[in-house]
């Protein structure tokens, strides 16, 4: 037989609205009555109805994630993983994630979840300038915190210190004897893409050493360029060719092989970001490796601090490491 707030009033001799108070923790009752009521309640495994606890505690105890809808498939393995990191973190706070997508092509999913009360909080993915989600969480009176550094003080963000991180593996690569490097980079609408920008040039600065900007290619994650610059970038003596994501790397990787261009005898290949999506890559691939799962899991619990009442401030976690392999030998 199922217990329930009348059963459970009665066996301790109480009231319904008592032993609501209670369990909510709402409410002006004694600390010996909260204690007599949760002892009972833990000694039969009781759990309120997920219907009856958001009403009691005024949450829904959902948190919404978003995720860009234009996300290709390469991109998935971070978004995958980081999401993974969030939700189980969610879990220690018996909440539940609400995947949502939406990015400066439409947010109508977001708009429907926050207008309709579908969640408590948010989590933004992916941060784009002039973004039309975050735009539209600050005047929706909801907590929300964005993975990235959205270049904006009234915003509450977590990021990996991608500027830093790729500064220190252009520079583990200048002291290796490789100077002249070609970058191919994702959407400049993507504010990772100018961190790591930054890092790349950060790199050269450090060694006293000066970019090649002619060598430096933006928004090639849809682009059908890739194999011309490539040839373009090898014609011009590019020793290496940096790639921001895996994503790039691979389809590099591909259009080299394909032109009969061997890797590392040819031209060296390195990515900005590790993933499952280059394991099984012929050669392996150099690349910098960041914990998405470990950046998910803080993510959730800044914000669940914050829904608290709690003052938290942005957060760049600085763990990361350099995985030299055979690409760059």
């Keep these: ?137 600050k005047e929706s009176n909801i907590p929300y915190i964005v993975v990235g550094n959205p270049m904006d003080d009234d915003v509450l963000y977590v990021d990996h210190d991608n500027r830093g991180a790729a500064a220190r593996m252009i520079e583990t690569l200048i002291d290796r004897g490789i100077h002249r490097m070609a970058l191919i980079g994702g959407g400049e609408n993507i504010n990772v893409t100018h961190s790591r920008l930054q890092g790349f040039r950060d790199g050269f600065k450090n060694k006293g050493l000066k970019v090649d900007e002619s060598l430096i290619f ?48 040819d031209v060296k290949l390195c990515s900005f970001y590790d993933s499952n999506l280059l394991s099984t890559s012929k050669p392996a691939i150099t690349s910098l490796y960041f914990d998405a799962k470990k950046l998910g899991a803080e993510c959730l619990e800044m914000l669940m601090r914050n829904l608290d009442g709690e003052s938290v401030t942005n957060v760049i976690v600085t763990d990361f490491n350099i995985q030299m392999r055979d690409s760059t030998t």
């Design 1 to 137: 037989m199922g217990h329930t707030l009348d059963s459970i009033a009665k066996e301790l001799g109480l009231s319904k609205t008592t032993v609501s108070r209670a369990i909510s923790g709402k409410g002006r009752i004694s600390e010996e009555t909260r204690q007599k009521v949760n002892d009972y309640i833990k000694k039969i495994n009781y759990r309120p109805s997920a219907v009856a606890r958001s009403l009691a505690a005024n949450r829904t105890f959902n948190v919404g994630l978003v995720v860009p809808a234009d996300s290709a498939l390469g991109e998935m393995p971070y978004f995958q993983t980081l999401m993974t990191g969030v939700c189980e973190r969610a879990m220690d706070y018996d909440y539940d994630v609400l995947i949502l997508l939406a990015d400066n092509d439409g947010i109508s999913p977001l708009k429907h979840a926050v207008q309709n009360r579908k969640i408590d909080a948010v989590i933004v993915s992916r941060c784009e300038r002039d973004s039309k989600v975050i735009n539209f969480l």
């Design 218 to 265: 933006l928004n090639m994650h849809k682009s059908a360029r890739m194999d011309s610059v490539l040839r373009q970038v090898i014609s011009e003596g590019a020793e290496c060719i940096v790639c921001m994501d895996d994503m790039l790397c691979n389809s590099a990787l591909n259009c080299l092989h394909n032109d009969g261009i061997s890797v590392p005898e």
